[in-house]
């Protein structure tokens, strides 16, 4: 679980934690992951849950990850792709002269799943979920300008992270095939950390506005749960909250700036390239 020292990460982890899965929460404090694990334990003393530090930003935190993994030779079932940022107020490059929301919010989640593949790809049942949005307007992602050099604007550079993200759940499970389910889910508002870099009077009023739409963290986090756990899930779906408490989310149709199938499969080609990581299914499984 990405993005899982707070928020719907460590709600959902809680959750899985408590239905007796071993559960890994990553991120890039380690303290913070520290605490979070023994909250956890507090309330549920035989939950088996433990921190790995993780920032998505950097391709060398990624693979440190995946080697740490990769050295216990444990199956994975489950990888929940979470963490996110939102507002940085300026053009930002990290290490690997990324923009820094498109590297934390798609990127370092490509590089982390392709990575991880091999040992998702030794579970009998593996699946893959990546939390994504629906803002107001979603883009048509502009490949060339995957880093906003032309037109930085911080709601904008989210906007283009989320519809990368949600071409990469869908092209992911078109070049799986039956080796995996990839899912994508939008779990709706919720209170969580998500606007900490945002500032000014106009995140202000967009906080506010939010604050009366939004549901519970764990509300919010029981879309993440069941795209994770219930068997009839679409492979290749989008899901969204139902809005009500006890409501299963639903299927919902993909927004059209992410029904390109050669944009999803361009967008691929570019991350490998980028990231140097090139994922690898099974012959059987491939379609491309």
Do not use: C
Request: charged share 25%.
């Amino acid at each position: 679980m990405t993005g899982g020292a707070g928020g719907l990460g460590l709600a959902a982890s809680t959750e899985l934690a408590r239905a007796g899965a071993e559960v890994i929460i990553a991120g890039r404090d380690p303290d913070r992951l520290r605490h979070a694990a023994d909250r956890v334990r507090a309330g549920l003393p035989e939950a088996r849950i433990r921190g790995e530090r993780l920032d998505l930003a950097s391709l060398a935190s990624v693979r440190e990850l995946a080697g740490r993994l990769a050295e216990r030779g444990r199956p994975l079932d489950l990888l929940v792709n979470n963490a996110a940022v939102l507002g940085i107020p300026r053009l930002t490059h990290t290490d690997d002269e990324f923009e820094l929301t498109m590297a934390t919010n798609h990127l370092g989640h490509f590089a982390l799943t392709g990575r991880l593949l091999p040992l998702l790809l030794r579970a009998p049942d593996p699946r893959v979920v990546t939390v994504g949005s629906v803002t107001s307007r979603l883009p048509v992602l502009d490949l060339p300008d995957l880093m906003s050099e032309r037109n930085y604007h911080p709601m904008a550079a989210y906007a283009r992270s989320k519809v990368a993200a949600l071409l990469f759940a869908l092209e992911l499970q078109r070049r799986a095939g039956g080796a995996l389910t990839s899912v994508a889910v939008k779990p709706g508002r919720a209170g969580t950390e998500l606007y900490r870099h945002t500032s000014g009077p106009i995140w202000r009023v967009r906080n506010g506005v939010d604050r009366l739409l939004r549901q519970s963290v764990e509300q919010a986090a029981s879309a993440i749960l069941y795209v994770a756990t219930a068997p009839d899930v679409v492979p290749g779906g989008f899901y969204t909250a139902s809005g009500g408490r006890g409501r299963a989310p639903r299927l919902i149709p993909l927004p059209g700036p992410v029904r390109d199938r050669d944009r999803a499969r361009n967008l691929w080609l570019k991350s490998e390239a980028l990231t140097g990581v090139r994922p690898v299914f099974p012959a059987r499984s491939t379609a491309v």
